[in-house]
């Protein structure tokens, strides 16, 4: 009897130390501790079939003709147009691709908390002679100073500089001329 007392009592000093090793451990603290996700989703049928368009505005450095950006945009690493090219617009790095679309995401800098930005532009077919562009963007705008009203307001900035580029594409995969990009606002 006092052999089974003993095993018990070594059993029960034992079992808590193995209980606590069993416990998982605990996540990361996270870099950003309520991080408010934001999705913008936009789209725009065009009058033409799912691969011309994709052939016209789908080659990764096309942003810089539909976005208008007088700077440009030029491949500084890895091969355009797969996964892993970095463009210099944004530094952004192409994350995914199929046929018809690609998604990218930003880097990492030193000093700022990271966001999360993706972004993700998809042209699916309709009918065999239509098509929808869907570009949507995804990040964190909980670190944007100021109120709610702030970070709507910075939502509808990048709504706003997205849908004009969505637009664009829809122009120039139809066949059409972008206007001249409008003047940058006084500062």
Request: proline content about 10%.
């Amino acid at each position: 009897m006092k052999a089974v007392v003993k095993a018990a009592c070594a059993l029960a000093l034992v079992l808590p130390a193995t209980a606590a090793l069993a416990q998982p451990p605990a996540p990361p603290k996270m870099q950003t501790e309520a991080p408010n996700y934001v999705s913008i989703p936009m789209q725009i049928d065009v009058k033409r079939p799912a691969a011309e368009v994709w052939k016209r505005i789908g080659k990764y450095c096309d942003i810089a003709e539909w976005l208008q950006i007088a700077t440009g945009c030029q491949i500084t690493s890895g091969k355009d147009g797969e996964v892993g090219a970095v463009r210099t617009v944004g530094r952004e790095i192409l994350v995914g691709k199929t046929d018809l679309s690609y998604t990218y995401t930003q880097p990492v800098y030193e000093g700022r908390p990271y966001n999360l930005y993706h972004g993700t532009l998809e042209v699916k077919p309709l009918t065999a002679k239509t098509s929808r562009i869907v570009y949507t963007l995804i990040y964190d705008n909980s670190r944007i100073p100021g109120d709610d009203a702030a970070k709507a307001a910075e939502i509808q900035r990048r709504r706003t500089a997205f849908e004009k580029g969505v637009a664009n594409m829809k122009i120039l995969a139809e066949g059409g001329t972008l206007p001249p990009p409008a003047p940058p606002a006084p500062r």
